[in-house]
């Protein structure tokens, strides 16, 4: 066997474990029994336990050096041999007593956010929190690398991104969303929005079966994935063939369910699209989470949420919903997109969306590269809420007790959803370059075009290039917020007759 | 570390990986999307490789041969030592690219065999019968063990079992049941059993509502577990706290979902009763497939097959399935005894079943104690089959191609189906002398001291003890046919009158 097989013998190794993991949690949200709890914790461990030291592995390090010598390589190999070297020298910068530690502090964490959530009691969380950003400070520090401290998070979950890339970014963005907002919410006050009629039901079968037609219009092949329920909706690339998405189900209206399923549904369609030849190597597997919120959010608001997806969809709508108003599709799509100053990121339209996140941006970098205690998080939040949002948060749970993540360590993944967002309507903008009118195609209702576009330029390319290179080479122009701005103005500026 | 304790570690390894194929079996069986089969192959014969060159590994070997040497082990170290002694013993006996080859004509066979099975046509599985048999002799070569050949096969199935003990069993059996067989089927005649009524539907989630308050009457944990639906009903202990088993459903009669249910709770109970503490070692895993076999046996059809029974649920029958005739428990427990010479094992009554095993186990016997040539496996059935059922079988497909062992290279297996019937009839004479009148428990509904009188017995003593000896703690008499045969002749004296 040659260096490139034996390492990418040691490579696929890793990677089955963590499909192995990824297998197990999709089966804990959606049909494990509880008493299951225990013993699916203990195996989730011991398989990253596994990988980890597969990874760190002295002989896959020696195999990448030797291969880093070498200059018959392809593209694909490259691309492997980069990843994977990126992956171990970060893993063997962390003593195995500190991952050990730092793993059982977060699982710790995650059970105190969920009561202190729940009773809206910023105190009960706070230690923990104070420990998990105490360690995380502490993992810098082996990963010793350049730039600010903040900036080792960042790179964490969006390679080559630093808060140098995000702090104009972010301003730019604020400074016209800001505007937008304020004049979205004053011609709403004039027009307001139609609502759900109260009293009226959607059964979760025809919510199910509406669903699934949308899904299976975007693309989605129900015989190599499925579509479950789960307490929190998410997308699990299994193995070749076998890619699952889950769903949530209200039963007083039906789009949190719908625009859940095309967003879930997004995410999938990168997973099924993968290249199933590089199955278990990182030239086979998507390459940033903003690249794949990007898909999520281009099916979910920038083909769904439009009046053109609505003329496409409404027969499908009123057959599986004939009790609802006779709403046309104009009406269905406001109401898809109803702006809202609310406090919830998860609920928010694509307005206020970024600025939820640069708000936790902006807390997140003053933990690492400034000096915001953490006793200090909730009013610093409230104060930066009410400055952008301009209204008073009413207590921590809609406020910086809202999500998950801090709990879990996973500090510096938010500004991945706004890349997303960002690369979605640069995607989007290109398409339309090369397409044509890309709202005749949505409401022709055969979407084809736009899968077999998304394709080959970007779920075919795994992680061969860096984020910022795919996007690139997609769209001929290097990521930029521009797109997403001139979409958004544009869309809501109709939407509301600005 | 102490020796036992790092000794510990690899074993629990090595079950970790045997559960996560369990898992991913369970999933494939169940929910699998049908593109993901190749993927999920692939899967499993990787994680079947890790623990294979666990189970091999020198080190393995070198901590057993020290830990062979103390003399303060307890007895549960002493099974978790003799078992993994016997099963590293047994693999490294076995040449790496033998394991893989059979591994893939094993696989190879079973898609013959499904397709054979469909076209009745034996000749198109005969080339791959001939090499898994040719395959299988090379491996009881490289086993080395003493005694016949096909004794090295029916040891892996039940450790210490052989020709020597089997033939006096069976000849002893089939002495007293085709006889019996005679006299019920000349009693049927002149009586012949109620049917369902053509036409009658029984809808699946009332069968999955009955059949679940059964399986919850039996003890089985649904917080700890699930029932699904699968082409072949199965059990899978999955790990602790997490046991699913399988049924299936007939829309013209609830029988077949019912004992199925029966049935796959029997194993299910046996393993969400394992002693958790010792999850992932011999010591906390059933013991054998014959024991397995008489816990389904025991609640399947000395349970479920009794007017005990009926008194018990035909309430709940009634609830769920109110358009079926008004039959009172004695006639729905003459329908649940339907003897018949059919030509298919899993269909089997009580008296047959034992019959079909034996049918298989002398033609195993034949093909490797003796001089069977594979081509003449056919007529050699069927000869057998009209001397000992008196009826002519009309092809393959309900003949020597009805089962899938052979395919699997599961040579050695059918007999203990026989063991689990005969054990199973053992614990019920021995629970009934310790507990009192068992139809008189059985019919109040309340079963909990039946399971409380096994778990202690049985199920918590996972592989503590060899088979045979589980068997005599049990009951306090080695295993013996008596108690079935008298078990077998009461009860249907009874039913039929004789």
Redesign the interface.
């Known amino acids: 066997m040659s260096t490139y097989d034996e390492f990418i013998v040691a490579v696929k190794d890793i990677h089955?474990l963590q499909?192995?993991q990824g297998?197990?949690g999709w089966?804990r949200e959606t049909?494990?029994?509880?008493?299951?709890?225990?013993?699916?914790a203990d195996?989730l461990s011991?398989l990253a336990k596994e990988a980890h030291g597969r990874l760190v592995s002295p002989q896959l390090g020696r195999m990448i050096d030797d291969l880093a010598t070498l200059d018959n390589l392809d593209e694909d190999q490259q691309a492997n041999v980069r990843e994977m070297r990126r992956a171990h020298d970060k893993a063997v910068k962390l003593p195995e007593q500190f991952v050990a530690d730092y793993a059982r502090s977060k699982s710790e964490a995650m059970m105190a956010w969920q009561k202190a959530r729940a009773d809206s009691e910023f105190s009960a969380f706070e230690p923990h929190l104070e420990k998990l950003i105490s360690m995380t400070k502490e993992k810098i520090a082996y990963l010793e690398v350049e730039g600010t401290p903040y900036d080792a998070l960042l790179d964490e979950f969006e390679v080559g991104m630093t808060v140098a890339d995000y702090d104009p970014l972010f301003a730019g963005l604020r400074q016209r969303l800001v505007p937008l907002l304020d004049k979205i919410m004053a011609a709403k006050a004039s027009n307001p929005d139609p609502e759900w009629p109260e009293h009226l039901q959607f059964p979760i079968e025809e919510q199910t079966a509406f669903c699934t037609k949308v899904s299976e219009a975007m693309g989605f092949?129900?015989?190599?994935?499925?579509m479950d329920a789960s307490t929190h909706p998410f997308s699990a690339g299994?193995?070749?063939?076998?890619t699952r998405f889950t769903t949530r189900y209200d039963l007083s209206e039906p789009f949190s369910c719908l625009y859940g399923v095309m967003h879930e549904t997004g995410h999938a369609l990168y997973e099924q699209g993968l290249a199933s030849e590089h199955?278990y190597t990182p030239r086979g597997a998507a390459v940033s989470l903003g690249v794949h919120e990007s898909q999520s959010r281009f099916w979910e608001n920038q083909i769904g949420r439009t009046p053109a997806f609505w003329k496409a969809a409404l027969p499908w709508f009123t057959e599986h919903f004939p009790d609802a108003p006779s709403w046309d599709a104009e009406t269905l799509n406001r109401i898809a997109n109803n702006v809202s100053t609310g406090f919830v990121r998860v609920e928010a339209d694509e307005v206020t969306y970024n600025l939820h996140v640069m708000l936790r941006y902006e807390i997140e970098k003053q933990l690492f590269n400034g000096d915001l205690a953490v006793k200090d998080l909730p009013s610093a939040w409230n104060s930066m809420f009410k400055s952008w949002f301009g209204v008073d948060v009413p207590n921590d749970r809609l406020g910086c007790l809202q999500d998950i993540h801090w709990s879990m360590g996973a500090f510096g993944y938010f500004p991945t959803y706004t890349l997303g967002n960002l690369y979605a309507a640069q995607l989007l903008e290109s398409m339309a370059d090369e397409l044509g009118d890309i709202d005749q195609i949505v409401e022709s209702g055969d979407w084809s075009t736009l899968l077999q576009w998304l394709g080959p330029k970007i779920h075919r390319q795994g992680s061969k290039m860096t984020p910022a290179e795919l996007i690139e080479s997609a769209t001929g122009s290097a990521p930029s917020p521009e797109p997403f701005l001139r979409y958004v103005e544009s869309k809501y500026s109709r939407l509301y007759g600005l």
Chains 1, 2 share one sequence.
């Open positions: 089955r499909a192995l297998h197990l089966d049909i494990m029994p509880e008493k299951g709890a225990a013993a699916r195996m011991w092949d129900f015989q190599a994935g499925r299994l193995w070749p063939g076998d199955a």
